[in-house]
Each structure stands twice: as C-alpha cells, then as structure tokens.
C-alpha cells in the first residue's frame, strides 16, 4: 500500500517507488528507496513527516503515494 | 585531469566543495577561507557558487563553495549551478562535505561523483553530532572501499582544517580511477556494449565512457542531450533503440536496478566501515520531540506567528531607547555642528549642507541602526535553529490552497531580511510555475529598508501603540501576498504542480559565529548603503532643494518642490499629497530608506528633528495610508534588478513593479477614504 495511507507511529518497509522520473529521482535522492524503513511522525492531513534512518523528511501527499511500503516490515 | 599539470604550476590548487545540502559546505568555506557567507540550518541557504581565496604553507589555494545537491539529477535551478560545476571539471579536486550523523543518503551522492571519476576528498564533517550519536567510521576502511582519501572535520567548531589543508595540498594531483558498482550480468552486458559502441562513434570528451553509458540507460536527459551533440542524433538514436530493446526483454526496470544496486553498494560500504549502537534510530530524539509540537496539526500555525511576533516585539522594544539616544545624538550634534559651522564664518549654504542635507538625510536613516542589528539577530538565530524548514512545513497548509505548497514559504521569509536574496532563494523551488508566482508575490515581505520609515512615523503619530502598528504592516504585506499568490494561480498558468520534498535537518543551537556573521554582514550592508545610494540621493535632493539659485531652501518654488507637486496629485485622494511626500515616494525608489532621508533632507529635520516635522504635517490616518503605501508599492531597483536577472526577462520586472504601484494605490485609497467615512480622520 501507498506510504499516504499509514498513521502516526507506524512504520514500513519501502518496497516500490512509482511514478515518472522527477518523482522517483527525487524520492530516491533523499533515501527512499526499496528495503528500507520508514516511521510516520506525523501525519494530520497536511504532509507526512518520516522518518527514514537518521533523516527527516516532509513528503506531500502527492509523493507519498508514490511510495510502496510493506506493513510487515524489513526482512533484516 | 589535474588542472595543475595542465597549467605547469605547481603551487596552485583550485578547490570545489560540494555535497548535500546543509552538510557544512558554507561553514567550511568560511573556515577555509576566512570569509564571512551566510551559513544556516536549512536547506538552500546558498543558491550561487562563491569563490574565496585561501593559502596553506606556500600553497595558493582557490576555494569554490556550492549550492547543495542530493544527487547530480539537478531538479532545481540552485542544483543546476552545482552540477554544471562539477561536470565541467573546472578544479583540481573536490571536497565532498559529507554529514557523519546521516551517512548512507551522504554517500548516495559521494558514489554518483566517485562513478563519473572525480578526484574527490571525502571529508567526513560533522564528526561531533556522529560522536554523539554512537556512530563510529573506520576511516581508514572507508577510504579504501570507496578508493578515496577521508578525512574527518567539525566545520563548525573549526576541528580537522588544518589536517583537511594537509591533506588538500597533498592529494591535489590526485588521480583516482572511477569507482565502478556491479550492476549485475544484464545491466553490465549492457553497459559494455553502449561503451563499445561509444568508442565506436568516437564519443570521447571530457567524460568517463561507462559513466556516460549507465547514465544512457537510465535516461538521463542530460546525458542523452550530451549524446546527440556528440555524436549526432542518428548514431545516439541507434544506442537508444540498442537499450530500448534490452529493456523490452528484461524482467525488471534498469532504472530500479541501477539504484538498488547502488544503495546495496552503500550499504555494504557502510556495514564495513561504520559501527553504530543497534536500533538507536528508532528512538525519538530531542529534536522529533520538539517537532511533534512544532509541527502540531493546530498549534504550528499560532506557533510560527508567536514567533514572528516576538522577533518585532525584540526589534522594537530593545531598539526603541536605543534609536532615542542615537536620535538625540544627531539633533544635537546637527544644533552644535550647525553654530559651531556659523561661528566659524562658513556660508549659510555649507552649513545647511551639514545640517540639513547630512545630518538630516544621512541622520534621519542612520538613526535605525540598532533595528537592524537586532532585526538580523532575530532572524539569524531563527535561521541557525532549524526552525526555517518547519515553517514551511506548517505553512503548507496555506500555501497549497494558493497552488504552491510549503517550500515556497521560505523564500518569503528570507525576503523579511531583503527581497534581493528572497527573489534570488526562489532558486530552490524546481517547477518553473511556482518561481515565478513566489517572485512576483516576495517584494510584499517587508524588507528591512522599510523598516526606518515604519519606526520613524510610528513613534511620531502612534507613540502608545507603534509596535502594533508596524506589526500590521507586516501582517497586512503577508495578506496581500497571499492573495495576490492566489489571483496569480487563477489567471497567471496553469502549470505542473510540483512534488513537496524537502528535508528536516535536526534542530541545533545557533553558534555565536554563524549569528553574528550574519549581522554584522547586514549592519555593514546597510552602512555601506547609507554611505553610498542614500548619501547620493540625499545629497541629490539636498541640491534640487536649493534650486533655482535663490530660491528658499525646500520651498515649494525649489526644484524639488515643483516635481513633489507634479505627482502630488496621483496621492491626493490617499491623504498625503503634500509634494514631500510624493518627492519620498519617487527617490524611495532607488532604496526603501531614501523615503526617510527624503523627508528628513526637504523638512530640514537636522534641526528640529524628523519625527516633530511629521507629527506636524501628517494625521495618524494619513500616516497609516502613508505607511500601506510604503509598504505595498514598487519595489526598489535592487529587487527588480533581482527579478530581471533571475527571470531573464524583462516583462516580469515590469509585471512586478506595476501591480504592486497599482494594489499599494487601492489599498491605501481604501485605508485612508474608508477610515475617513469611519471618522478617523481628524
Ligand atoms: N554540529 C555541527 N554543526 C555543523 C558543522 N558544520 C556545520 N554545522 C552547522 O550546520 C548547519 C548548516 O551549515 P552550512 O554551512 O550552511 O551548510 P551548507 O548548506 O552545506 O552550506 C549550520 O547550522 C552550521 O552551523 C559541524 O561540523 N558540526
Ligand atoms: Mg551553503
């Protein structure tokens, strides 16, 4: 499912970036990429805050939608 | 491809520092060079590449500080001017200033300019906030996986420079060969034959052939731009197909590939070089504490205008007895200077000179200094504490009903200090459509230029309640700003929207170096300002002022004068068509504090002082209407110079200067009409 959809508190593993080349290419600059974690800091309708190792990223919802993360988490 | 062989010197070294954005690179700059740039804690404090001068033993050193890049993808005008630098391969080697505390997203960076054969140092910067984190680097097994030199650095706390000029110097010939990631058997049967066919078409130039090949599978338009011009667009036609084909058949998108591959390196690297204490990134640190009310579905908003609020009411409230001692200063020394000049035998026109026209003019702007100074040390703190990118963040908000989303923001805060680096910080903003709505919208943040007339007329006309009335003004040009961001949405394009990323780097405490950097650079802009563009205008007015030749001095029959009531009349319906203020309002427009040295020069305020001229000749509801007008109307040259350069156009500047003239003239008709049915006027 789409990292939008999660709530506060959870985490994910990023399994997929979709969408065109802007969007992927930016989202992978900043670490977003498949087998990694992501927690929700905070999400109230505006953008997300995540947290993705040691960084802190604001996401709108636009690009939150195009990362696909797994609820069950990392392997490793 | 040392540029020191190439050049046959040998004691000259040309450096670039490049990496992510807020990793240091500005703060190391300064220590290298020992120049004053303006370093904060948020990403896109620096849009332009700067160059400064260092030396270390009898080396001469060439030191060139970017704006920041997550990667070579340049999505944005600022990361253009980054990678343009570094593709060209102007420079002798690269520091790359890496951020110890956040390593894997550092080195995604490192490897892409390690792979196109950059003979880089990695600087491993920040090394205190990795200490305190439990995360330890085996420098030395670092360097040796990446096939590069490391050093380690506290920019910030100067640690580590000496040893990085040693080093520096050391490797400035150095000549690695590019770092090569195993893109597994298809992609690197792939690469092999897009190099072969490469040298086949004689693609040679200045870049690593497999490099250019992995960027030619991923699509990269710059590389395929590069391709064609190259080799020609049928001969670049037949590599596209060549990867078209290969991608038809294959299971899974190269593009992912590439990238997995790369981080999978990155990891690697890391699990060997790097010990960290297990899991400790899951912890809410300080920081997230701080942002989870911050960043507050209800309280962001009230927070950020808190702050706002407290950072005028510290700009007044010290500044106010401060201004009074240095104001009581000038009358006096205007009232001495002005008998001591008579007694002496001088010509009542050199001591009106003095007076009136230095003192008066060049006074009445000085006068301001200390709401400067604090102004710059409010905003360099806020700018050093992180909260810049949590303002945007909770502005978003607001911002995307206009269109734009919360990046935007933060060009507009910049514009608080001055709209010529707020236009110019419009740079970081990557859709086109966005840029240009927050350009045209930056000149209604009130500039510190404007500052000194809001103060001057308040303290004369609204002395119980001058701090609320200058906040208004600010609040009014945020309203306006907003507006004016929604009508240009509406009728302006219809563009992309653009995707909101941006990084929140963790809150720090501001270093009394990065502030008062900061200040003083301002302090010494306004000053030199002040000795210069104000000084002219002033002096300019002083003698249309005493022209024609006997003419009473500021008279209306003086030069001045008749100009002033030229214009007056466009005024008169807003409550200030006096052609004082009208003159003010035109000279204003060469800088924002000329509107102050104007009326001080044509009230001949060294004597009795500007603030008792105005409390004579102005209503508080004209003032008020004054103030809108100060506040709304064209912006200065400099800004429109700004706005010229950054669009590459002229219409924008144009567009720019006369909306605002036009919304100022509503706004104040309405202030100053409305507040007259009202009864106000008296
Ligand atoms: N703790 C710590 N902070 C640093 C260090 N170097 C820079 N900073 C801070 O990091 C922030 C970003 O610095 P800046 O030089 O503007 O980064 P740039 O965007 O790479 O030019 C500023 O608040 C600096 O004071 C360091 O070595 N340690
Ligand atoms: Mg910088």
Known sequence: MPLAMLRKGETACIKEIIGGRTAKGKLTDLGFVSGKKVKIHSSSGGPLIVALGDNRVALGHGLAHKVMVDTEGCES | ?682
């Open chain 2, 1 to 682: 491809m040392s540029l020191n062989k190439l050049r046959g010197k040998n004691n000259e070294v040309k450096l670039a520092l490049a990496g992510n954005p807020n990793s240091g690179k500005t703060t190391m700059f300064n220590e290298l060079t020992g120049s004053r740039q303006h370093v904060g804690n948020w990403p896109g404090v620096t849009v332009e590449k700067k160059t400064g001068r260092a030396s270390y033993q009898n080396y001469s050193l060439e030191v060139i500080d970017l704006p920041g890049t997550y990667s070579l993808g340049a999505y944005s005008e600022d990361e253009v001017v980054a990678r343009d630098f570094l593709t060209t391969g102007d420079y002798d080697v690269v520091l790359n200033i890496i951020n110890s505390a956040n390593l894997d997203r550092n080195l995604y960076f490192t490897v892409q300019l390690l792979e196109m054969g950059v003979d880089l140092i990695a600087v491993l910067n920040m090394a205190d906030e990795a200490e305190k984190k439990g995360i330890k680097i085996d420098k030395q097994k670092l360097g040796q996986l990446l096939g590069t030199p490391v050093v380690e650095t506290v920019a910030s706390k100067g640690r580590g420079i000496d040893n990085l000029f040693a080093e520096t110097v050391q490797h400035r010939d150095l000549s690695e060969a590019a770092l090569k990631i195993d893109y597994g058997s298809e992609v690197e049967a792939l690469i092999s034959e897009v190099v072969s066919m490469l040298k086949k078409f004689d693609f040679t130039g200045q870049i690593n052939q497999r490099w250019a090949a992995v960027k030619l599978i991923e699509h990269d338009p710059e590389a395929v731009k590069l391709l064609e011009r190259e080799v020609g667009a049928s001969k670049a036609k037949k590599i596209k197909s060549l990867i078209a084909e290969r991608e038809l058949k294959a299971e899974d998108d190269f593009d992912n590939i590439i990238i997995d591959r790369k981080y999978e390196f990155i990891n690697k690297v890391i699990a060997e070089s790097v010990q960290r204490p297990a899991e400790d990134q899951e912890l809410e640190n300080v920081s997230d504490k701080i942002d989870t009310i911050v960043t507050n579905k209800y309280l962001g908003i009230p927070i950020f205008m808190t702050v706002m609020w407290a950072i005028f009411k510290f700009t007044f409230t010290v500044g106010e007895p401060l201004i009074g001692y240095i104001e009581t200063f000038f009358e006096a020394a205007g009232g001495w200077i002005g008998s001591l000049l008579l007694g002496a035998g001088a010509s009542p026109l050199i001591t009106s000179f003095i007076t009136d026209g230095i003192i008066g003019g060049v006074g009445s702007v000085l006068v301001f200094i200390p709401n400067i100074f604090l102004l710059f040390l409010a905003i360099g703190v806020l700018e050093d504490s992180g909260y810049m990118s949590r303002a945007a963040y909770v502005m978003d908000k607001v911002m995307s009903k206009l269109g734009l989303h919360g990046k935007s923001f933060i060009p507009m805060i910049v514009g608080f200090g001055c709209n010529v680096p707020g236009v110019m910080a419009t740079r970081t903003l990557d859709s086109k459509r966005d840029r240009i709505i927050s350009i045209l919208i930056n000149p209604l943040m009130s500039c510190s230029a404007r500052l000194p007339v809001y103060v001057v007329f308040a303290g004369a006309l609204f002395s119980n309640h001058a701090s609320t009335v200058v906040f208004s003004l600010y609040a009014l040009g945020i309203v306006m700003a907003v507006i004016m961001a929604g009508v240009f949405n509406k009728i302006l394009f219809k563009g992309e929207r653009s995707h909101f990323v941006m990084e929140l780097p963790p809150y720090r405490f501001p270093t009394l170096k990065g502030v008062f950097i900061h200040m003083w650079e301002k302090v010494g802009a306004f000053l030199k300002k002040a000795g210069t563009i104000i000084f002219s205008v002033v002096v300019l007015i002083w003698v249309l002022a005493n022209l024609p030749l006997g003419v009473e001095y500021a008279s209306a029959e003086s030069l001045i004068g008749q100009f002033g009531q030229l214009i007056a009349p466009i005024f008169e319906p807003l409550g200030f068509g006096s052609w004082q203020a009208a003159s003010s309002l035109v000279f204003g427009i060469l800088a924002k504090e000329v509107v102050v040295g104007t009326l001080g020069v044509v009230y001949a305020a060294g004597e009795g002082g500007l603030r008792a001229a105005l409390t004579a000749n102005f209503s508080p509801l004209a003032a008020y209407s004054f103030l809108t007008m100060v506040l709304l109307y064209t912006p200065c040259i400099a800004t429109l110079g700004a706005i010229k350069s950054e669009t590459q156009s002229w219409k924008w500047p144009l567009i720019t200067a006369s909306y605002l003239f036009v919304l100022a003239w509503v706004v104040a008709f309405i202030v100053y009409q409305g507040g007259m049915l009202l009864g106000l006027g008296v």
